[in-house]
């Protein structure tokens, strides 16, 4: 039996679906990764809500789907269906969603959604013996390593990935302190942010091995006439932050990438593991390296075979690239530590059948101009500045004791204000119920919410285990 972990991909399509008001089952729950399994309550009142009424008890609603253990013969039964889907082996993900609303036919009305997915659900998606004549071996992280931008690889959805691995590697065996997931195995993961000084370290970096493959000092490698001055973007770093969070030493989806200012959107990664916890964001290093790979790179057109063998120096090394952002996470998976590093570049180099940049003296024209630090580099003459780091933020703190926190409930196209000294009607319209627990969240408290998916989590995998 699996034990259980939070989704925010499937909390948010719950979220969504108990924004509806509606109280039968989402015929469209499944998700890109996976097919959805789901579990619906809805508990009313005709009596007005206090202050604190509104919120959702998840404790009592998950307890009453258990309870239908008593009902429970062996095989599928539309009376205990809500207990089978607790207890179901191979579930191991899931995410929930909460409203609470007015009905005039019957009162106030609290709505609660959860959503499920079981291990290998994403293999009634497709054909496995099609991809897996296709590809050799199981794509895992582990047999990834190397691949910059490899088109077979990363044009798959990060399900298929899943998927081949699962029926391959999974590790079925599991515990209440232990997890196996095909891909993300983490049981213990940490993301930091990466300061101002990291980022001017970071794009320094690549700025001076630009620099130096654009002079012509690189073996082997022509000078380069239109070279790029490089600036940190903070969305392509959002982008390569949020796929670190995956833990996954594996290519992201390049649709995934894209933001609506670059068609294509460049990727390379890097990963240290060791025995021992170290807090060191080593970027430099992994930069290093992905350069270092000059030496297997024949100047001339990229084709698929380079890309496998020196693709992250190929990335580096495109003309046309700007701009970049980092992510980073560390991560543990039984004994060994791990960090993860991915950068993101805009637009994408590696294009095939194209060399990475035109070989010859430096020579900036059209839209670009010398840059003023590199001497060998251009720069865009719209370019933002590089990061100062001396400049203060600037913040506001709010002392806890001025601090208030207004709750609201939605009485179908109104919202009744939930404060004690307070129960005037706000004369805003409201298209559809809004979900108590955004309401809070708006309002940055978001402790309660934490512990109740923490709370769930304990509370399934502890029926779990006593089943």
Known sequence: MMEMVWDDELAATAQQWANSCAESHDTSRDIRRFAVGQNIASAWTTKPPGPYEASPNWRRQIAGWFSEVQYYRSGYSRTTGHYTQLVWGDTYLLGCGYSFYYD?????????????????????????????????????????????????????ER?????????????????????????????????????????????????????????????NQPPAVNMQEMYWDDELARKAQQWSHY??????????????????????????KSKILSEKKDFNKHILKWFNEHEKFNYGPIIKSNLSISGHYSQLASANTYMMGCGFSRFRIKNIYYRLYVCHYGPSGNKFDEPPYEAGNVDCKDELEPSKIYPNLCTRRDSPPQLNCLMPNITTTVKPETMTTPQYISTGRRFLNLLPDNSDVINSECKQCKPFADILRDDKITNNIRIEKMFNLILLNTWKLRE
């Open 104 to 156: 005039p036919a019957r009162g106030y009305i609290k709505n609660y959604v959860c959503n499920y997915v079981e291990i290998c659900s994403a293999t009634r998606h497709i054909n496995l013996d099609i991809l897996l004549a296709t590809f050799t071996g199981c794509l895992t992280p582990t047999n990834m390593l190397g691949f910059a931008q490899n088109e077979d690889i990363i044009i798959l």
């Open 159 to 219: 399900f298929v990935l899943m998927s081949i691995d699962c029926l391959k590697n999974f590790d079925v065996t599991s515990s209440s302190t232990t997890f196996h997931f095909p891909i993300l195995k983490m049981i213990w993961n940490q993301t930091n942010e990466i300061d101002c000084n990291l980022k001017r370290e970071i794009v320094a970096t690549h700025n001076e091995i630009r620099q130096k493959i654009a002079q012509g000092s690189v073996p």
């Open 247 to 272: 833990c996954t030493f594996a290519h992201s989806n390049p649709i995934d990438r894209v933001d609506g200012r670059f068609n294509e959107v460049g990727e390379n990664l890097g990963q240290t």
